[in-house]
Nanobody, 126 residues
Framework: QVQLQESGGGSVRAGGSLRLSCTASGSLNSVSRLAWFRQAPGKGREGVASIHTTMSTTYYDESVKGRFTISRDNAKNTLYLQMNDLTPEDTAVYYC???????????????????WGQGTQVTVSS
């Protein structure tokens, strides 16, 4: 089992920045990829960014490229999402997710992720 706990959400004005953190615990040797997803009211859960646990391969949704940066600190078992130049369209609950080793067709399918945090709210006002 893997436990994930997000922190760092909040309310900011458009153009502002936030950094989300996700602390992981448990059987971390079983995890191969970490990701951030978000879910806005009335919408499905969408992938924001993803990073491999050892090879540092990263992926980003087109809507956040150039504004968001995903990173991890394996010594601290912590995943980060630096979010800059935020817009009201970034308002959502942000979730940290983890998946194990396997063959996957994409990085951003929620169904492929076994473990999820509780989520942290990010609200961007205009």
């Amino acid at each position: 089992q893997v436990q994930l706990q997000e922190s760092g959400g909040g309310s900011v004005r458009a153009g502002g920045s936030l950094r989300l953190s996700c602390t992981a615990s448990g059987s971390l040797n079983s995890v191969s990829r970490l990701a951030w997803f978000r879910q806005a009211p009335g919408k499905g859960r969408e992938g924001v960014a993803s990073i491999h646990t050892t090879m540092s391969t990263t992926y980003y949704d087109e809507s956040v490229k150039g504004r968001f940066t995903i990173s991890r600190d394996n010594a601290k078992n912590t995943l980060y999402l630096q979010m800059n130049d935020l817009t009201p369209e970034d308002t959502a609950v942000y979730y940290c997710a983890a998946r194990g080793v396997g063959t996957f067709s994409s990085w951003n399918s929620p169904a492929d992720y076994n473990y999820w945090g509780q989520g942290t709210q990010v609200t961007v006002s205009s």
